[in-house]
């Protein structure tokens, strides 16, 4: 399975159209918030089987989690933007 995660992509649709190749060799696309509705925008041309969104704090169209937890072959992922769990000063509330 191949996932691509990406995030704060801010409007930038250019951006996002440039690496729509790259996307689309996924089968899993994250997006990890501050503006997750731009993946709206190119959702016709996706090809992934799943698309997850988290909450970011620029994050105000999309009803998104503020997390979300994942189990592909045994193994638990967490996705999150971090700012509610406070990474920028310590990775404590992630373990925790």
């Known amino acids: 399975m ?3 995660v ?5 409007h ?5 159209r440039r690496i729509l190749p790259i996307i689309n060799e996924s089968d899993v ?3 990890l918030g501050d503006c997750n509705d731009d993946i709206l925008k ?10 997850i ?5 620029c994050d105000y169209v999309l009803k998104s ?3 979300v937890i994942k189990e592909w072959g045994g193994a638990k992922f967490l996705f999150t933007h971090g700012h509610g769990f406070r990474v ?8 925790y």
Do not use: M, Q
């Open 42 to 51: 190119i959702k016709p041309d996706l090809k992934v089987k799943e698309i």
């Open 2 to 4: 191949r996932i691509i």
């Open 12 to 16: 930038d649709i250019d951006a996002l």
């Open 65 to 67: 989690p503020a997390y």
């Open 6 to 10: 990406i995030s704060d992509t801010h």
């Open 53 to 57: 969104y988290a909450r970011g704090n």
């Open 29 to 31: 696309l994250v997006h």
């Open 88 to 95: 920028n000063s310590s990775l404590l509330d992630l373990l």
